[in-house]
């Protein structure tokens, strides 16, 4: 089955301890990246990734960092979070030609104290 | 830059009703795509329906269908025959398309419409 594997949907942690968002695709869509759903704000793109080893900043980067050693996985990494990245976090996929569509992972629920 | 702007935050309809959400965006592209993302309780985010700028024809998915406006910039959709099921947030996208170059693949969404579809 065609899908983006997000981990984990929940998470609750404490200002400033590391935390990784993982993130699959089994598409190989060559075009990944991160979203953060705020009320009011619709979804805004964090990182992209175009292929492996090539990452860039979208709308509202700081505080975040990306990687993407292989095709398949593009985790997002917050170093020291801070309660303002308290949100609802996505992982998206697409193609870059065709049919074009995201296809989105299922979520993550992150609430920084 | 582009924007999408959706200035309904909350619409209702009656189960079996019609019912459109309205969408405007602003680009100076002229090949792009829009599309419209249904998100449930469950948070999922699941494509409605797409349309191809270059594509004169609205796009219809079973009850689903827009009212592509590309001079105005405008993409409603249109829900037929109104199901419980369809009580969700949904979001309209716009998406450049890649005409090479490095640029391609991002999504800008608007806020958000939450329709409410009662028995």
């Known amino acids: 089955e065609a899908q983006v594997t997000q981990n984990p949907r929940y998470l609750i942690t404490v200002t400033g301890k590391k935390l990784t968002v993982t993130c699959s695709q089994n598409m190989n869509h060559e075009y990944m990246s991160w979203y953060r759903q705020d009320p009011g704000l619709g979804l805004r793109q964090i990182y992209y990734s175009m292929n492996v080893e090539v990452t860039d900043k979208g709308d509202v980067p700081e505080g975040y960092k990306v990687s993407r050693k292989e095709k398949r996985n593009f985790p997002l990494i917050l170093e020291s979070p801070s309660p303002n990245q308290t949100s609802l976090y996505f992982c998206?996929?697409?193609?870059?030609?065709?049919?074009?569509?995201?296809?989105f992972g299922q979520g993550t629920r992150l609430t920084v104290v | 830059a582009q924007t999408v702007t959706q200035s309904q935050p909350e619409m209702s309809v009656q189960e079996a009703e019609t019912v459109t959400l309205s969408c405007t965006y602003d680009?100076?592209?002229?090949?792009?795509?829009l599309f419209w993302y249904k998100q449930p309780p469950s948070r999922q985010m699941i494509l409605v329906i797409r349309?191809?700028?270059?594509?004169?024809q609205n796009a219809t998915e079973n009850r689903f269908s827009v009212n592509f406006q590309k001079a105005a910039k405008s993409f409603s959709l249109k829900i037929s025959d109104s199901q419980l099921g369809d009580t969700a947030m949904y979001f309209c996208?716009?998406?450049?398309?890649?005409?090479?170059?490095?640029?391609?693949?991002?999504?800008?969404f608007g806020q958000g419409t939450i329709l409410t579809v009662h028995p």
């Open positions: 998206a996929s697409s193609l870059r030609t065709g049919r074009t569509e995201a296809f």
């Open positions: 996208a716009f998406m450049k398309q890649w005409t090479g170059g490095t640029s391609y693949g991002k999504l800008t």
């Open positions: 349309q191809e700028a270059y594509k004169q």
């Open positions: 680009t100076s592209e002229n090949n792009y795509y």
